[in-house]
């Protein structure tokens, strides 16, 4: 069974930086895509950085220069380090992997396997 447990949120205020990090189990990391999403208060969950299978990463655009998404295989861990951090960067924010062929795919459209979510509030 695949778990995902996200860490790091927390409050700061506009300027400051924070890691996320989410401990996957039941997954080689090394195998399968990933990426950080967000849900903002009243509005639609995002993508903001992913990483397939290959290592490739992309990065939503409002993240872009300031976001950095990693891992560690041999952790089992996925990060996300948030530099630079902005009013508009307030939401939960969530980590999710999915296996096969097509986890790219499945991932962007919200199919992967999810974690509970950790809070990033940004204030001005």
């Known amino acids: 069974q695949v778990q995902l447990e996200e860490s790091g949120g927390g409050s700061v205020q506009a300027g400051g930086s924070l890691r996320l990090s989410c401990v996957v189990s039941?997954?080689?990391?090394?195998?399968?895509?990933m990426g950080w999403f967000r849900r903002a208060p009243g509005k639609e969950r995002e993508r903001v950085a992913d990483?397939?299978?290959?290592?490739?990463?992309a990065y939503a655009d409002s993240v872009k220069g300031r976001f950095t998404i990693s891992k560690d295989d041999a952790k089992n861990t996925l990060y996300l380090q948030m530099d630079n951090l902005k009013p508009e960067d307030t939401a939960m924010y969530f980590c999710?992997?999915?296996?096969?062929?097509?986890?790219?795919?499945?991932?962007?459209?919200?199919?992967?396997?999810w974690g509970q979510g950790t809070e990033v509030t940004v204030s001005s």
């Open positions: 999710s992997t999915a296996a096969g062929t097509w986890c790219l795919g499945a991932l962007r459209s919200f199919h992967g396997t």
């Open positions: 039941g997954h080689d990391l090394s195998t399968v895509c």
């Open positions: 990483l397939d299978s290959d290592g490739e990463i």
